[in-house]
């Protein structure tokens, strides 16, 4: 599977709040950093799984819809607008991913 692949199944899995194919996409060791912050605001899939979990059961109308989407070798980038996720009546967001071994190793959210 490419890395366009890899994101392109977690992003479905975002959009039907399936967890478990969520959390398949990251790699065990994942590191999920807000950009420009170095410290990660979440690491390893089981962290994955226990943040997401909550935002799905909380969202049930929740959609990332990718506006554009750029790849360079095992780095995506996209830009992104979530809406139906509790609380943010409308997120845009560049979303910076790297893949190893068909999952995300790490990805860098860059908010307005």
């Known amino acids: 599977m490419s890395p366009e692949q ?3 199944k977690q992003v479905e899995a975002y ?3 399936d967890i ?3 959390a398949a996409c990251h790699h065990p060791n994942v590191e999920l950093f807000t ?3 170095t410290k990660p605001f979440a690491t390893g899939q089981e962290r994955i799984k ?3 979990s909550d935002v799905f059961d909380s969202s049930p109308e929740l959609n990332a819809e990718i506006l554009n ?3 360079f070798g095992n780095t995506v980038i996209d830009h992104e607008i979530v809406t139906g996720r509790k609380g943010v009546e409308k997120l845009e967001l560049i979303a910076i991913y790297q893949v190893l071994d068909e999952q995300i190793i790490s ?3 860059v908010r307005q």
């Open 6 to 8: 890899v994101i392109q």
């Open 15 to 17: 959009n039907s709040r």
């Open 20 to 22: 478990r194919t969520f």
């Open 35 to 37: 950009f420009p912050e």
């Open 50 to 52: 226990e943040i997401y």
């Open 69 to 71: 989407r750029m790849c």
């Open 107 to 109: 990805a860098r959210f």
